[in-house]
């Protein structure tokens, strides 16, 4: 007789260790040389399983017209790997006491009224003859459930164990399946496994008395199986397991503990021959899109924070800014009014210069005809000439002081002005980031599906806040730079006029009108007229956008305790 091996976990032919991969079945055709087989493997119909007490080993007798038979990978038994074991059933079946006497723990919470149940899906792990197990005890799946979102909702806490993929589904039941049970098994064997469910799927009976006798175990099963083919045929063909587990109380607790390590022995027998791994494909597709909101929260966290940071940072300069501008501004009036006095004190000592110069010129002529007016004349001519001129020059040398410094200042808002632009334009690209996850979470599966109402509300909420119309981070300021007064065209042109004041001319006259004039009109004058005007203005915008930053990082603030709760 040949044997053909198709797991060969741990078989050795001829003393090598013949663990493979998905070829077995090709080299399974080419052994024909005597086995070493480790455990009992005698007469062993084609197909059935058989395990050994340490290993299982699945071994089946060769057709000789092998079928077209491919092994999953998932059937290579690995042992390190854990066994995934998702309890489901209506309320008070009986899953947290299944986990509590699988795991030989009390860590799950047995209810006594079906009200206050399970609160919160919780795994354990154990091991049993080296086997690791994780038992995962649900809350409300498999009970009338209405809708997809429901599912993905209840699901989303367990995907990270889930995705791992599932050993074997454990669906208690202490009687008959109401017509809502089977609906919700229907409906997750559509939304987060596939047709494959049942295969992977247990039936668990439990308060069974009789879950020993086997006949009765039998005589239920085909009761069952005749019942739930009329409106389920999966079902009807899923297998099944008889148990009981009686509260831990009272008189009855030795038997219940007999009882409850009886069921564990059915438990483990039944679970040791779970070793295939299900994947289905909509659990891994519901990971994936759980994956994809859960990078879209970390993102919008992320950008929240920077947007954050960068507020604060806005809200700082602006405050810095704020105040040295009013510096700056009280510094550039102070540098007028010295302008001014200065052109004040120009006027009045032109008065007095050119007078003394037109009275020189008007004796110097007269001394042509009256010489000893000439000399006279002449002293008074050049006193007042060298009065005027000094008055002159004098006047524009404070006047190039005083300007110098309002440039300085107006330089040091520039550089102000400009670090507010680079800091405005780091804020447009974080929010430009921002604006960059709203497409993705607005295709997003996970919003479609409506998994998480709160979640996908939290996220929708801090979008609108932070990317809504009102926040505009930029301040435009109109920081003139266009001055017209210059120090050397003054300077020529007290030059030029000094020339002209020697010769005989009524030029004294238009000078002191025009000082007059300039006591008020000036280029210098003007320009800093007009800067205070502007910085007085932009101030007024710093101002409202300081305030309006602050009510927008108030706004970030809520924002950000908001998202902190979702992770
Ligand atoms: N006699 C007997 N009682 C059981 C059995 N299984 C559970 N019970 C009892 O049924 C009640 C509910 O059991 P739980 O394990 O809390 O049920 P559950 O399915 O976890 O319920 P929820 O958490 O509400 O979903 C408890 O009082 C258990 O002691 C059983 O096999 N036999
Ligand atoms: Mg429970």
Known sequence: MQIMILDLGMIRTNGSNLMENDKLWDKGKSLNHNLTIFGKCSSIPYGQHYYNSELPILVCLCD??????????????????????LLIGNAGKGKSTLANVLTGTNEFEESTDPINGTSKTKAKEFEHEKIKYRIIDTVGIGISIQSTEEILNKLKGITDILSEGINRILFLTNGRFTKEEVEAFNLLRNVIFDDRVTDYTTIVFTNFAKFKDEKACEKNRQGFQQEIGKISMPLASTAIIYVDNPPIIGFMEPVARISREASREVLLNHLRTCQEVYQPEPLKKFRKMLDEFNSIIKDTIEAVENVDLYYKTNITYLGE????????????????????????????????SHSTLLIGKGLSISGIWFPPLMVPGLALSTIGFVSAATTDISAILKENEAYKSFEES???????????????????????????????????????????????????????????????????????????????????????????????????FYCMYRDHKETKNRDSLSDMEMTIKDFREGLKVLEEKQQQLNELYETIKRCEEKIAKLT
């Open 410 to 508: 107006h330089a040091k808002d520039k550089e102000k002005c400009e670090n507010l632009e680079i800091l405005q334009e780091e804020l447009r690209n974080l929010i430009n980031k921002f604006k960059d996850i709203r497409p993705r979470f607005v295709i997003s599966e996970y919003r479609k599906q409506n998994i998480d109402r709160n979640k996908i509300e939290v996220i929708e909420n801090v979008m609108n806040q932070i990317l809504g119309e009102e926040i505009e981070p930029d301040v435009d300021l109109n920081n003139n730079e266009k001055t017209k007064y210059s120090t050397s065209q003054e300077t020529v042109r007290a030059v030029v006029e000094g020339i002209c004041k020697l010769a005989p001319s009524p030029l004294s």
């Open 321 to 352: 800014f704020i105040t040295t501008r009013r510096v700056i501004i009280e510094n550039i009036e102070e540098r007028l009014e010295e302008v001014r006095k200065y052109m004040g004190d120009r006027f009045k000592s032109s008065v007095v």
């Open 64 to 85: 000789p017209n092998p079928p077209n038979f491919s092994i999953n990978k998932n059937m290579i038994n690995n042992k390190t790997k854990i066994r995934n074991i």
